[in-house]
């Protein structure tokens, strides 16, 4: 199903899914943030950075859609586990893939040498339609 927000508000928009999950706010409670998180940030922990913009049009016109293109990194203290950055990133696939068809794009592993987390990051593309 589509949804339509101003593309200004497409961040707001995307963190209100994520908010919203229930599941996902299990395990890292109401830290969920754009990126890069604050310094003194408590983990585990979601960061969510817009990549792109792109408004589908043709030569004429421009039709009203857009895709955004997001990164949505999975921070914990380990990768595997309950809370652990693979258990965070299921959850985030779940809130997103599908929603506003979202697909997943490309997925890698992370590490924060400060912090010594472990992070699995994620793109997505996501479409907003009027």
Same mark, same amino acid.
């Given at each position: 199903m589509s949804r339509w927000w101003p593309v200004a508000? *497409?961040?707001e928009?995307? +963190? #209100?899914?994520?908010?919203g999950w229930i599941a996902l706010r299990?395990?890292?409670? #109401?830290?969920i943030t754009p990126d890069p998180p604050d310094q003194d940030s408590d983990?585990?922990?979601? /960061?969510?950075?817009?990549?792109t913009m792109s408004p589908l049009h043709s030569h004429e016109t421009t +039709?009203? /859609?857009a895709s955004h293109r997001f990164r949505v /990194? *999975?921070?914990?203290?380990?990768? *595997?586990g309950s809370k652990g950055a693979r258990a965070i990133t299921a959850q985030i696939d779940a809130a997103l893939v599908g929603w506003s068809q979202t697909e997943l794009l490309t997925r890698r592993p992370r590490w924060n040498e400060k912090h010594r987390?472990?992070?699995?990051?994620?793109e997505y593309r996501v479409w907003n339609t009027n």
């Open positions: 508000d *497409a961040g928009v995307v +963190f #209100k899914r994520l908010w299990a395990l890292v409670g #109401k830290r983990y585990p922990l979601v /960061t969510y950075q817009e990549v +039709f009203g /859609t /990194t *999975a921070w914990a203290d380990k990768l *595997a987390k472990h992070g699995i990051q994620s």
